[in-house]
C-alpha cells in the first residue's frame, strides 16, 4: 500500500517456503494487480464509491506499465554447491545406519510410534545394501560422472547376485535353462531397471526417461550385452582353432511372441498418448495397462516354456 507523500518505488518480499525437498532451481511467477484507492484507515479493497473529485482523484491514480507479470527463476548457488553436496553425502550416510521407522519419515511432526518388528526385520535385512549404494558419490561431483561410473559397477555387482541365485533356483528345482533364463533370471535381472524406471516415472515432468530407460535396456542387451559375450566366445575359439556355433534351440517361437507383444505394446503407448500420455492419467486406465501389460508377459512365458518342453512344434 502507498500513502501521499511516499516515493512510488516499493519493495516487495516473497516468502520462499521450506518444503524439504532438494531441488537445485526454483521457478515461480509475480503478477501485478491493477491498483486501487481506498479510504483512509480502512481495510476495504473496493474503490472509492463517486465523489466530486473522483476525475481528479483518478487521473493520479497510480496505474501498471505494460509489464505486469515477471517470471522468477532462482538458481543453484555455484559457491555454496560443493558444500551442500558433501552435507547430503554425509547426511545420506548417517540415515543408512540409523533405524527410522517408515512412520517417522512420513512424518516427522505426528505423535512418536514404536517401531514394529517387521520394521527391525526389514532395517537389517537391507543394511549391506544401505551402507555398500551409500559410497556412492553425490552428482555435484566431475559432473556427474563420478556418480554414473560408481553406480554402473554396483548395479553390476547387484546384477550378477541376482542373475546368479535365480538360476541356482532354476536348477534347483529342476527347470530346463531356457525356462530360467527367460523367467527367473530374466526377472531378477530386470529388478534394477523397474525401479529406475519408477523412480524416472515419479520425478520427471515428462515419460521420456522412464520408457527410455526400458528400451535403452534392452538395446543394450540384445547389442552390447550379446555382441561382447559372442565376440570374446567367437575369439577364444578362433585361437583354438575351433568354430563358434550356437544352435537356436527354442529361440525361434520366444523371438516371434516377443517382437508381436512388442508391436502391442507400441501401438497401446500411441493410443495412450492420442488420449493423455503414455504414463499415468485415470486411476482405472493405470490399472487395466498395467494389467494388460503384465498379461502379455505371462503369455509370453507360458508359450516360450511350452515350447521348450515340446507341447508346441514351431
Not at 481506498?38 to 501498471?64: C, D, H, I, V, Y
Not at 527410522?100 to 549391506?128: I, R
Not at 544401505?130 to 559432473?143: H, L, N, Q, R, S
Request: aromatic share 12%; proline share 4%.
Amino acid at each position: 500500500m502507498y500513502s501521499y507523500g511516499e516515493d512510488f518505488k516499493k519493495v516487495i518480499i516473497i516468502k520462499i517456503f521450506d518444503d524439504e525437498e532438494y531441488e537445485k532451481n526454483e521457478e515461480f511467477y509475480l503478477v501485478l494487480d491493477e491498483p486501487c484507492l481506498l479510504r483512509k484507515g480502512s481495510g476495504n479493497t473496493e474503490p472509492l464509491p463517486n465523489e466530486e473529485n473522483e476525475e481528479l482523484m483518478e487521473m493520479g491514480k497510480p496505474r501498471l506499465g505494460d509489464t505486469t507479470k515477471i517470471n522468477i527463476h532462482i538458481i543453484e548457488s555455484y559457491e555454496f554447491k560443493d558444500s551442500i553436496a558433501i552435507v547430503q553425502f554425509l547426511q545420506d550416510s548417517i540415515s543408512v545406519v540409523k533405524f527410522m521407522s517408515p512412520c517417522d519419515e512420513e512424518d516427522e511432526e505426528s505423535e512418536e510410534k514404536l517401531p514394529s518388528c517387521m520394521d527391525y526385520v526389514m532395517h537389517f535385512l537391507t543394511l549391506f545394501w544401505k551402507v555398500m549404494f551409500a559410497f556412492i558419490p553425490p552428482t555435484d561431483y566431475f559432473g556427474g560422472w563420478a556418480c554414473f561410473t560408481v553406480s554402473i559397477i554396483m548395479v553390476g555387482l547387484l546384477t550378477a547376485v541376482i542373475g546368479d541365485l535365480a538360476s541356482g533356483f532354476g536348477c534347483t528345482i529342476g527347470l530346463k535353462d531356457s525356462v530360467t533364463a527367460i523367467s527367473f533370471v530374466a526377472l531378477g535381472t530386470s529388478v534394477p531397471d523397474t525401479f529406475a524406471s519408477k523412480v524416472a516415472a515419479i520425478n520427471d515432468q515428462y515419460a521420456d526417461s522412464s520408457i527410455g530407460n526400458v528400451t535403452g535396456s534392452n538395446a543394450v542387451n540384445v547389442f552390447l550385452g550379446i555382441g561382447i559375450a559372442w565376440t570374446i566366445a567367437a575369439i577364444y575359439h578362433a585361437a583354438n582353432g575351433d568354430i563358434f556355433k550356437v544352435p537356436p534351440g527354442d529361440l525361434a517361437l520366444s523371438v516371434t511372441v516377443f517382437c508381436v507383444e512388442a508391436a502391442v505394446v507400441v501401438f497401446v503407448m500411441l493410443v495412450r498418448r492420442r488420449y493423455g500420455g503414455e504414463l499415468g492419467g485415470p486411476q482405472n486406465t493405470k490399472i487395466a495397462t498395467s494389467v494388460f501389460f503384465v498379461m502379455l508377459w505371462v503369455i509370453y512365458l507360458v508359450l516360450s516354456s511350452m515350447r521348450s518342453y515340446c507341447y508346441i512344434d514351431y
